[in-house]
């Protein structure tokens, strides 16, 4: 779960929250940029050792230490993405003819990006105290690389002349970071490549999104046909150029082959298209949610050009559906709150369904506010679970306590399969040491109160369940569950007993 502007505002308030609905890690992006001394300068700063953590001005790694400290505290993991934009020092400069409209993200220096890698892997490998401190600070173990590399917004130039820039960029970004982690005790952590865009365009640019189908086979040194570039095409992407460079490819960038996992940002199309409505036939290189089993296949064939039987599991790592309300600033139709939650929990089973993939995601918690001329009506990106003045949206519930029937209608004496998750089981298990348990409620169509039809023991320590339930009549079910009497950090103002969102069903 991601809300970077309030976990590192408010870890401690923020990160209750996270915990009592079930979030088991908290993604942060950790800007260079920010971290960084000088960061608007052309000219590094003098006498400064990058690999050091003491070196960087103690103040910009304090609310990434706080937030560290309150993960630990509630048993939530941190991952850490390391991320631009960049210094301006540690960018080039585009060449004449080349219009960039962000020059933190313009090339930004491998080397220099590794050096920092190192900083950030040093400081929280578990020994290290900063000054002041008298104790250190935790371990993190949980790393992602660069934050969509294929979206021109993060990283530039994606496309000149034709020629995919931006995939031999993060190539060699990955492979500083992965020998960093490695240098600096982080070898055995869970280390992911990838944090692709799910869309693009087929002529990006400069600064627009490339396909991600595209950049992953430019990133690889294929064509669209899996063959090994040679050449031209080959050296004009930074790729070996001979039979006898390839051989020494896998080696080269180990990331690339050995990494834990692969993480993709699965949203749907326009972010207000059905969970199972495929990419336009138009589209091929896509990647979002209905498209990982192709994000997969392309992912084999890459990996087994080199002779490598890599399979990588996949992590969605960024997730969530924009709605309306809170107004966007852009002339852009989203859905309503109601029917932002239904699609959440139809994802969570498509998601479920993919024995590949291997985390859930939600991106934010709040949704993101707009200007502030007009930070009560709109937003900049409004996929949070609460609106921008704290009010929970239906998506709330719907993420707490997931709810979805793949089918809703029966015939009478014919049973429906009930899917659904307990989020916060593991949490909650931790704290009463006991296995929790889900009632599946029904309310007649013809109204009236709810009765529990059924009750699920959570087996999988996720806290998904899977039962068969027959109902009545028609009406509407409800998950119903109740936080147990110890369950620590439970924000004030919360029921000890929450419900899903309404499904309605059909019995003829």
Known sequence: MQDDAHVLVDPTGTLDVFRSLGATDVRIFMSWHGIAPDPDSRTPPSAFDATNPADYPAANWAPYDAAVRAAAARGIGVYFVLTGEAPLWATSTPAPGITTLNPYVYEPSASQFGDFVKAVGTRYDGSYTPSGSSSPLPKVGFWGIWNEPNYGYDLQPQVIDGVEIA???????????????????????????????????????????????????????????????????????????????????????????????????????????????????????????????????????????????????????????????????????????????????????????????????????????????????????????????????????????????????????????????????????????SAQQVKIQFQSASGGAWTTLDTATITSPAGFFEVPVQFPSSGSVRLSWSYPSRFAFLPAGTSPTVTSRNQTVKVS
Not at 267 to 295: C, F, H, I, W
Request: hydrophobic fraction near 35%; charged fraction near 20%.
């Open 167 to 433: 995939p031999g960029t993060y190539r060699a970004l990955l492979d500083e970071a992965w020998s960093a982690l490695h240098r600096t005790g982080h070898g055995d952590d869970t280390i992911l490549i990838g944090e692709t865009a799910p869309r693009g365009a087929d002529d990006p640019g400069v600064g627009n999104g490339t396909v991600p189908l595209r950049f992953l086979r430019a990133l690889y040194c294929v064509n669209s046909s899996f063959q090994e570039l040679r050449g031209s095409a080959a050296s004009a992407r930074g790729c070996p150029t001979t039979p006898a460079g390839s051989r020494g490819f896998r080696a080269a960038n180990p990331a690339l082959f050995e990494a834990t996992g692969f993480a993709d940002h699965p949203y749907p199309l326009g972010q207000v298209s059905r969970p199972n409505l495929p990419a336009p036939a138009n589209e091929p290189d896509y990647a979002g949610l209905t498209d990982l089993p192709k994000l997969e296949q392309t992912l084999d064939r890459l990996t087994a050009t080199y002779g490598s039987r890599t399979k990588f599991p996949i992590y969605n790592t960024e997730f969530g559906y924009q709605t309306d309300p809170p107004k966007s600033q852009c002339d852009c139709v989203f859905l309503s709150p109601a029917t932002a939650a239904y699609y959440l929990n139809w994802s969570e089973y498509i998601m479920w369904s993919d024995p590949r993939l291997r985390s859930d995601a939600q991106y934010l918690l709040y949704d993101a506010p707009g200007p502030p001329s007009h930070v009560a009506s709109e937003s900049t990106f409004s996929s949070g679970l609460m609106f921008l003045g704290g009010t929970a949206k239906a998506d709330y519930a719907a993420f707490r306590l997931p709810i979805y029937l793949p089918i809703t209608a029966t015939a009478r004496g014919h049973p429906l399969e009930v899917w659904g998750e307990v989020r916060p089981d593991a949490s909650a298990r931790h704290d009463s040491g």
